[in-house]
């Protein structure tokens, strides 16, 4: 029965493609479809398409480089005026006036500016415990 449907078929395919059916040319059909399986052979299959290489990971180029850190210059500390006599670590609690009245036997507005000119940058209103001042001869 398969054999004659698939005769039959081939046949109609045949009539179709020789245009021999009321003279209108060439007829198209659509593709048949066989009633059996298909079967491929290892023949009939192409091989699959090799993997590409991996690159191994020490030689690939980094995706972006870092350009060096630029260098920040070392401050220089500033070395105390030639005159400077002494050094003072200022103590929780002090301020100028207070330190003054110790170095130079009283508390004076000519003794303080005194400090505050022999310690460029300090501020007069604003010291802290630890910081260390110079006290002029």
């Known amino acids: 029965m398969r054999i004659a449907l698939a005769l039959a078929l081939a046949l109609a395919g045949l009539v179709g493609l020789c245009g021999c059916q009321n003279n209108k040319g060439p007829q198209t059909t659509e593709p048949e479809m066989s009633a ?3 079967t491929f052979t290892p023949a009939d299959v192409p091989p699959p398409e090799p993997m590409p290489t991996p690159i191994p990971q020490a030689s690939r180029a980094p995706a972006y480089t870092y350009a060096p850190a630029p260098a920040t210059p070392t401050p220089v500390p500033m070395a105390p005026p030639a005159s400077a ?53």
């Open 85 to 137: 006599g002494r050094t003072h670590t200022v103590q929780p609690g002090e301020t100028l006036w207070k330190i003054s009245g110790l170095y130079f036997g009283r508390s004076s507005r000519d003794n303080v500016q005194k400090i505050v000119q022999a310690n460029p940058g300090l501020n007069p209103d604003r010291i802290l415990a630890g910081q260390k001042i110079t006290i002029p001869d």
């Open 36 to 38: 059996e399986p298909m």
